[in-house]
């Protein structure tokens, strides 16, 4: 279990989060919906060993990881997909891939998590020597999801994962992060489309302004009178 207690970040001389709790139980999905600047992807952030808190706790399995490196995060089995996908470009789908699994020695479970991406993404296999810059904004979705995977985590952090992607691109995602939580690995969401967000998520919180307002199942949210005027675009 993953669990932030009294956590608060500033980024810049912004205090972009105050104080926040969140849970998120193993085998789950757990979604943050939000405004733009709520402090929804500092959270992640500071999950993953990139910004410091400047108060509170992150623990992963009963053990304080706060303020810890990287690096050490990501041995741990906790993984982000950042907003943006950020593959690096002039390296292959292949190399991409490679580099996911860069701090792992066993190489015939590298092989095998290689191969469920390509079961999970029988596009990268066609494109397996092409360069990640020419893919399509889903293709490279879809290379960033699977580049985390080769990290094998237990958790999976994904930053706005439709962002800018078509309806159809952007189900198919959401299809296979369900998919992926069948298959084990704990998700915690952020997702600018909270309604398909909602949709999935065993249980939500809504942060505003840095302090978590709201939360429940995701079921309850979804016909949450004030959660769909402010963040579905309902009535």
């Given at each position: 279990m993953l669990k932030l207690e009294a956590l608060s970040v500033f980024y810049g001389g912004i205090h972009a989060l105050r104080g926040i709790d969140i849970?998120?139980?193993?085998?789950k999905i757990i979604t943050l919906i939000g405004a733009n600047g709520a402090g929804k992807s500092t959270m992640l952030n500071s999950v993953a060993g990139l910004v410091k808190p400047a108060a509170?706790?992150?623990?992963?399995n009963g053990e304080d990881i706060t303020g810890k490196d990287t690096k050490n995060i990501v041995s741990k089995g906790l993984a982000l997909i950042p907003e943006g996908r950020h593959v690096f470009p002039n390296l292959t789908v292949d190399e991409n891939l490679a580099l996911g699994a860069y701090s792992r020695n066993?190489?015939?479970?590298?092989?095998?998590?290689?191969?469920?991406?390509f079961a999970l993404f029988p596009r990268l296999k066609e494109r397996i020597r092409q360069s990640?810059?020419?893919?399509?904004?889903?293709?490279?979705?879809m290379l960033a999801v699977a580049r985390?995977?080769?990290?094998?985590?237990?958790?999976l952090m994904l930053d706005e994962p439709s962002l800018g992607l078509a309806p159809l691109v952007s189900k198919m995602i959401f299809d296979i992060i369900q998919e992926i939580n069948k298959n084990g690995v704990t998700i915690l969401l952020i997702e600018q489309n909270a309604h398909a967000a909602l949709e999935i998520a065993d249980y939500a919180y809504v942060l505003e302004t840095g302090v978590i307002t709201i939360q429940n199942t995701g079921a309850v949210l979804l016909k949450d009178g004030g959660i769909r005027r402010a963040y579905l675009g309902e009535d």
């Amino acid at each position: 279990m993953l669990k932030l207690e009294a956590l608060s970040v500033f980024y810049g001389g912004i205090h972009a989060l105050r104080g926040i709790d969140i849970e998120v139980a193993d085998g789950k999905i757990i979604t943050l919906i939000g405004a733009n600047g709520a402090g929804k992807s500092t959270m992640l952030n500071s999950v993953a060993g990139l910004v410091k808190p400047a108060a509170g706790t992150i623990t992963w399995n009963g053990e304080d990881i706060t303020g810890k490196d990287t690096k050490n995060i990501v041995s741990k089995g906790l993984a982000l997909i950042p907003e943006g996908r950020h593959v690096f470009p002039n390296l292959t789908v292949d190399e991409n891939l490679a580099l996911g699994a860069y701090s792992r020695n066993n190489k015939q479970e590298i092989r095998q998590d290689r191969e469920r991406c390509f079961a999970l993404f029988p596009r990268l296999k066609e494109r397996i020597r092409q360069s990640a810059g020419t893919l399509s904004g889903g293709e490279q979705q879809m290379l960033a999801v699977a580049r985390g995977l080769m990290t094998g985590p237990k958790l999976l952090m994904l930053d706005e994962p439709s962002l800018g992607l078509a309806p159809l691109v952007s189900k198919m995602i959401f299809d296979i992060i369900q998919e992926i939580n069948k298959n084990g690995v704990t998700i915690l969401l952020i997702e600018q489309n909270a309604h398909a967000a909602l949709e999935i998520a065993d249980y939500a919180y809504v942060l505003e302004t840095g302090v978590i307002t709201i939360q429940n199942t995701g079921a309850v949210l979804l016909k949450d009178g004030g959660i769909r005027r402010a963040y579905l675009g309902e009535d």
